[in-house]
């Protein structure tokens, strides 16, 4: 409640002001002497800032200046096979770094074992999550000693409060990606921030299931994702 009433306590000082200032330039236009400027030609006024104790503003100079008209530019559409008409997918300028062994998290948050994506399949096989607090060593019997960190979620930006940590067998490379079509109710609809890691440099999110809506890319660290953050 407190922060609503602090917001419509803004909103009257704008309004206020607002008002208090179309008066001081209609009063300020008013004092102009009277006269057109010549054709092309538009009256300006220059007013300084309302002082301490003073209740209008001070006009420093007035006169004529000429209109600036702005060009007029018409665009014609791209056609297939022109320069621009495929926009090149993002690609991340960073490297992220790779990280091999158990998770040694000490947040509770969930692990979840990947298999890379498959030919033919646009989703990793993944394992039922493990979350817990403390060093998570295995998932479902098979040891992450040998296996990488692909990816961590997070339930705020800038990396905070730790949510799901993605493992896989392999790192990422020009023929092993990594991808979820959906998410299991604890985690859906939380995501406000990710990162890569071993070789994953490009990381998408998606507003609805099976990469679906609306997206965004970016990588390997990515503070936020704006729009879709908690989507």
Partial sequence: MVKHALFAGIALLLAVGGAIGWATWTSAAQSIAEGDCPPGYARFVLVEPIQPGEQSSKSTDLGCKPIETGATAVLSPI?????????????PTEQSPVVQGPSKETAYRCVVLLEPIRAGEEASRASEPLCSTGEIRAI???????????????????????LVEYYG???????????VTSLPANLDNRFASGETFSNCNLLSVYDFANYGGPSYSCGPRCSTFYALNEN
């Fill in 140 to 162: 479902n019997g098979v040891s992450l000693e040998s296996s990488y960190l692909i990816a961590k979620f997070y339930d705020d930006t800038n990396y905070r409060t730790l």
């Fill in 169 to 179: 067998a392999s790192a990422c490379s020009s023929t092993v990606s990594y991808g």
């Fill in 79 to 91: 056609q297939p096979g022109d320069a621009a008409w495929n926009i090149p997918p993002y690609r």
